[in-house]
């Protein structure tokens, strides 16, 4: 039995990208409850930790928990790969992209 080989979905466009990225970071920014921040004027790939949003580990389990939530992907706490994926809200919005990419 042969099984045909399955297209390649085609990649997000940066402005697809940036678009989702400003969706989680509104989405982000609701969860934590900062109502100081604008998701309008997030720089999408500042840091989340430290000088960039300020955020910490706490911080990283609420937005695991919301993006769990909203977008079925689940984020463990102990995935050796969490300061890559955690590094920007643009390097978890691709991670979250292709793990529903995964999921489809």
Not at 6 to 20: D, I, K, N, V
Not at 61 to 78: F, M, N, P, T, W
Request: net charge negative; glycine share 6%; no cysteine.
């Amino acid at each position: 039995m042969t099984v045909a080989a399955q297209p390649l979905a085609t990649p997000p466009s940066a402005p697809e990208r940036e678009g989702f990225a400003r969706e989680l970071a509104a989405l982000v920014i609701d969860a934590l409850g900062l109502e100081d921040i604008d998701a309008a004027t997030v720089e999408v790939s500042a840091p989340l930790f430290g000088a960039g949003l300020g955020l910490d580990s706490l911080d990283m389990l609420e937005i695991a928990l919301v993006v769990q939530q909203r977008y079925g992907v689940k984020l463990k706490s102990d995935d050796p790969d969490n300061p890559t994926i955690f590094a920007s809200m643009q390097s978890l919005a691709d991670f979250i992209d292709g793990a529903r990419a995964a999921q489809a």
